[in-house]
């Protein structure tokens, strides 16, 4: 049987062309299920079809049997001036009784949990997107002491960044702000996992990137306690 220690659910905006980043960091006997809404570029249109989805998506894993539910796309919570799917997740979770967050929510609690307040904020996003990620952060009691962007246009074009990029970006914003208690990295498109060992040894600060988080937040709500190792101290937090 998959998922014979429990199963987590993951609704992603974009299509998913890497899901094996999940299974880098579950135990073995978790199972993940994944719900995709078609979003093909990061325009507020895309954005509204996807909000439109979601629900249903969601409600669709819940009858799969996963025991905790994440909704994906940070920019389906940081560029609506409201709550955006955040509402959505509280609604889901007093409907079907299963614990639904979502992703950037997820990173906010992994902050949090290390006792990150000063962050530096990597991600591949366009300025506009930027500028919702950074408002939700300081919103919600984080400072963001320097943002560094590969300000991509849409996910075709985060999917082809090199790995490198992301540990360039966050050396270079450490460089400028070596007071900084902790990087968030969002996005899965890009390739962040390989980055998360090496930024923590070399700058001796957490790192919490939206896979991590998120797989972080659903082994919680399954009460399992460990993870795959390798992949920050985060996961050792369990």
């Not at 570029?41 to 539910?69: N, Y």
Request: proline share 7%.
């Amino acid at each position: 049987m998959r998922g014979a220690r429990g199963q987590i659910g993951a609704v992603t905006p974009t299509y998913l062309d890497e899901a094996q980043d999940w299974f880098k960091i579950v135990p073995e006997g978790v199972n993940v299920i994944f719900a995709t809404l078609g979003v093909e570029e990061h325009t507020p249109q895309e954005f509204r079809k996807a909000q439109e989805v979601v629900g249903r998506a969601a409600r669709g894993l819940v009858k799969s049997g996963v025991g905790a539910l994440v909704l994906g796309g940070s920019p389906l919570v940081t560029s609506d001036q409201g709550e955006g799917t955040s509402s959505l997740a509280r609604d889901l979770e007093l409907e079907t009784g299963v614990p639904v967050t979502t992703g950037q929510e997820a990173a906010e609690s992994a902050l949090q949990v290390l006792r990150v307040k000063k962050l530096l904020l990597v991600t591949p996003y366009r300025e506009s997107l930027n500028d919702g990620m950074k408002r939700r952060l300081e919103k919600n009691g984080f400072e963001v002491l320097c943002l560094k962007s590969a300000l991509c246009p849409g996910p075709r074009e985060m999917a082809q960044l090199p790995p490198e990029l992301p540990l360039r970006l966050a050396k270079e914003a450490f460089r400028e702000r070596p007071d900084a208690e902790g990087i968030y990295i969002p996005n899965p498109k890009w390739q962040t996992l390989q980055a998360i060992a090496p930024l923590e040894a070399d700058l001796k600060i957490p790192v919490v990137t939206t896979v991590q988080a998120s797989a972080w937040w659903g082994l919680k709500m399954l009460e399992i306690k460990e993870a795959k190792p390798g992949y920050g101290k985060l996961l050792s937090l369990l």
